[in-house]
């Protein structure tokens, strides 16, 4: 199904008020399905600058992620990119070895937004966006600690993102 049809069947769902439905149906078109996502949940209603998702749900049980109910009044690639986002929260919270670090786990998840490895097909980001997400990774990569054990992991990634943004100029 090509991008013009995806995004009409977001607006329909939208539209008929099924947000959760319209989340459900991008897990399963993207490939992100997980069976240890028990569902989404709604959350406040989000402003232009401040969408927020989140992940809750014991390490080793069944996870919700809560949704703005208006989530799709936003970009399409941006909705689907932060609900990655969120399903690599699940996976991490989900999978031995448990990713027990909040700051190892934002980092990780940031960078599956830039660089979709675990979820290749979704669509890319803008690059405000890219720069911005790259910007918020960073963040969680200084709270490591200089010099860290977790730095040391993740500096051939932190090249990447360095490289990405130097790209987008």
């Known amino acids: 199904m090509n991008y013009k049809k995806v995004k009409t069947k977001v ?41 927020v998702l989140t992940t809750e749900g014991d390490f080793g049980k069944q996870q919700i992620i809560r949704i703005p109910e208006n989530s799709f009044q936003f970009p399409l690639p941006l909705m689907i990119s932060l609900i990655s986002h969120e399903m690599v929260h699940v996976r991490q919270k989900t999978r031995q070895p448990y990713v027990m670090d909040k700051n190892e786990r934002e980092w990780q998840a940031y960078y599956e937004m830039l660089f979709r ?29 200089e010099g860290s054990e977790l730095q040391l992991k993740y500096a051939e990634q932190k090249k990447e993102v360095e490289e990405l943004i130097a790209s987008l100029g």
Do not use: C, V
């Open 117 to 145: 490895k675990i979820f290749p097909n979704i669509p890319e980001i803008s690059n405000f966006h890219k720069k911005a997400f790259a910007n918020k990774a960073f963040d969680y990569y200084n709270r490591m600690g």
């Open 11 to 51: 607006a329909s769902f939208h539209n008929q008020g099924k947000t959760k439905e319209a989340a459900n149906w991008i897990l399963q078109h993207f490939n992100m399905q997980d069976h240890y996502l028990k569902g989404f949940e709604y959350r406040d209603k989000a402003e232009p600058s401040m969408i």
